[in-house]
């Protein structure tokens, strides 16, 4: 079964320092994909960036990039140059690449407050 | 803007009543899933249609249904509620093609308040 681990519940960072948010998986998959999103006290829920399972490149979305290891089963999200605006919950969450099994499995989440 | 809408935005109702809300996807997107967020259980897959059929059932009660029409929109039906239904209800929608990268994108939510 597929299983996603934060844990960090919380993270309290500088403004314009870089942050970087931990998150463990795991599966017996090989082909698989995996998710961060990003809830503000709004609530939605936003996407950010994907990193699959085959790609030897780390993804990268603007200021976001991910830290993908795949021999530690390892997904940390890098945010560089924090902004105020970033202050939200982050949750990572994977999905399996097969038809009849396309559920994003979440984890816990942690909770980023950037400091002025 | 994900271009995923849900309705209503907020419902308070009281136990025993039942609910439905609504999710109409993007464009060109063809599977629809539910997913439940509260305090103690976290993000919860509940149930996914692709094209008009149920693809996928997670963690969805007896008392709850859902079904996708022949224009792509999305239904949960939530009935004989209890104090402990109330929660964060998203709708999210993707190509659903089957891939990794097929990226589900989540409408605004629809919160469920039971008193």
């Known amino acids: 079964a597929q299983k996603i681990t934060q844990t960090q519940p919380g993270m309290f960072v500088q403004e314009k320092e870089a942050v970087t948010l931990d998150c463990t998986y795991d599966?017996?998959?090989?082909?698989?994909?995996l998710f961060w999103y990003k809830q503000p006290s709004s609530g939605e829920m936003i996407f950010l960036i994907y990193?699959?399972?085959?790609?030897?490149q780390n993804a990268t979305e603007g200021r976001y990039s991910l830290n993908f290891q795949k021999a530690r089963k390892s997904a940390n999200l890098v945010i560089s140059a924090s902004q105020l605006g970033d202050s939200a919950m982050y949750f990572c969450a994977m999905r399996e690449a097969n038809f009849g099994n396309e559920k994003l499995t979440f984890g816990t989440g942690t909770r980023l407050t950037i400091i002025p | 803007d994900s271009g995923v809408t849900q309705t209503p935005k907020h419902l308070i109702t009281a136990t025993g009543q039942r609910v439905t809300l609504r999710c109409s996807p993007r464009?060109?997107?063809?599977?629809v899933y539910w997913y439940q967020q509260s305090l103690d259980q976290g993000l919860q897959f509940l149930i996914q249609y692709y094209n008009g059929e149920e693809r996928a059932k997670g963690n969805i009660l007896e008392r709850f249904s859902a079904q996708q029409f022949p224009d792509l929109h999305s239904e949960l039906n939530l009935s004989s509620l209890e104090l402990g239904d109330s929660a964060l209800y998203f709708c999210?929608?993707?190509?659903?093609?089957?891939?990794?990268?097929?990226?589900?994108?989540f409408g605004p939510g629809t919160r469920l308040t039971v008193l």
């Open positions: 999210a929608s993707s190509v659903g093609d089957g891939r990794a990268a097929d990226t589900q994108y």
């Open positions: 990193q699959g399972s085959y790609d030897e």
């Open positions: 599966t017996s998959d090989q082909s698989y994909g």
């Open positions: 464009s060109g997107d063809l599977s």
